[in-house]
């Protein structure tokens, strides 16, 4: 019998599915391990989607998204960033996953190389595994205070380079880039001739000032920016993202759009025009029920004299166990005081040590599981 394909036996396993898994077994455990939005998904947007089914978007959509979403996407951006972004510039997918994935593969050839923030989102290693990409980790640590490293950077990238990923807020860290170093950035990947990958899935959960994308100083050959309605809006269950990027790039992401997923569904997208039309404060009920969690979970950690990284932006807290190992600790943990949380080396190299919760838990949760963590790690 022959082998299943060596790209797809190599790709990681998350391990936050593992410890998924190991909580299923048991009774009364606190969640805090997935990042998914405690919140329902608002009602105007439910009702949108509802109508349209009813109203028989129950067809394919054009590959690249609908003309109606992609043209208020390029306008929303058009408005942001003060030149002009057109409906050619936009590709509507299912989900930042999947438009991410897309992306990958239509920018990389095998053998070339990516490189990914570490610790980072595990999906883009798993992304590039199954490109035929080598993903090369450049380090994001508390000693640079969680922002790259050019030197680093300089010393990684070479003739087989073929794109940076950079994604702030990040997943996990809640790291913010400030706008000097999204310059900076941009600069290096327009020095050495590579593409950039700006995943701004968390644009609207940020803590202190809004973030910055690169696509604010303007839209160069070389710049994709990727977005989704999951966290602004949660919309999960929705899947429905996009990239915005130059028309050239987007026409090839399209061509293997229509061989992944054909195309989106049309009352999901629909819902996805409500949400971009509609009012944005739910976003900030949401974004200000985060910002209370996280002051009361610095709070609880402060006090506990626990080291955190404390986040501009997403929805996470990346905790410091103080050296112990990730993994062990996360069942351990998970065993004796029924708290599931992600171990950092799910995240990259760099994770080990710390470990991930999640600011979009139920606040009870999220009290009463840093709680116990707190008095863990003390013990
Ligand atoms: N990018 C990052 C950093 C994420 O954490 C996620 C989801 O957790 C995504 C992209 C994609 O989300 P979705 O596929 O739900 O749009």
């Not at 989704?228 to 990239?243: D, N």
């Not at 900030?284 to 990284?309: F, H, P, W």
Request: proline residues 6%; negative net charge; charged residues 25%.
């Amino acid at each position: 019998m022959r082998e299943i394909a060596r790209t797809v036996l190599d790709a990681p396993r998350s391990g936050i599915r593992k410890i998924m898994e190991a909580a299923q077994q048991m009774q009364n455990v606190i969640h805090l391990e997935v990042g998914e939005p405690l919140f329902a998904t608002p009602e105007h947007i439910v009702d949108a989607g509802c109508k349209a089914l009813r109203d028989g978007y129950t067809k394919y959509t054009p590959n690249a998204g609908t003309d109606e979403l992609r043209d208020l996407v390029a306008a929303k951006r058009t408005e942001e960033w003060g030149y002009e972004v057109r409906r050619e510039n936009v590709i509507v997918g299912i989900g930042g996953v999947e438009v991410i994935n897309c992306l990958f593969r239509t920018i990389c050839d095998p053998g070339e190389e990516i490189l990914l923030p570490d610790p980072a989102w595990p999906n883009y290693k798993t992304m590039a595994v199954i490109a035929d990409a080598k993903a090369v980790p450049y380090h994001l640590l508390p000693e640079n205070d969680f922002l790259p490293d050019f030197d680093e950077l300089e010393n990684l990238v070479n003739e087989k380079t073929k794109l940076l990923v950079i994604n702030s807020p990040s997943n996990p860290l809640g790291v913010v880039f400030p706008e000097k170093v999204i310059q900076e950035l941009r600069n290096f990947a327009d020095r050495h001739g590579i593409y950039i990958l700006s995943d701004e899935a968390y644009e609207d959960i940020y803590y202190d000032s809004k973030p910055v994308s690169p696509m604010k100083f303007g839209m160069n050959d070389n710049l994709i920016a990727a977005y989704t309605m999951s966290k602004s809006y949660a919309m999960t269950g929705w899947r429905v993202g996009y990239a915005v990027a130059p028309a050239k790039v987007i026409a090839e992401m399209t061509k293997l759009q229509e061989a992944y997923v054909s195309s989106v569904p049309g009352a999901n997208q629909k819902a996805a025009v409500a949400a971009l039309n509609g009012p944005e404060e739910c976003t900030e009920t949401m974004r200000t029920k985060y910002k209370e969690n996280m002051q009361m979970v610095s709070e609880i950690l402060d006090n506990a004299g626990i080291a955190y990284c404390r986040p501009g932006g997403a929805f996470y807290m990346w905790i410091n166990i103080d050296g112990r190992d990730s993994t062990q600790f996360a069942m351990d943990f998970l065993k004796d005081c029924h708290v599931a949380l992600s171990p950092g080396q799910t995240f990259g190299e760099s994770g080990e040590g710390w470990i991930r919760i999640s600011l979009a838990s139920a606040t009870e949760d999220l009290k009463a599981g840093v709680t116990r963590l707190a008095e863990y790690l003390n013990k």
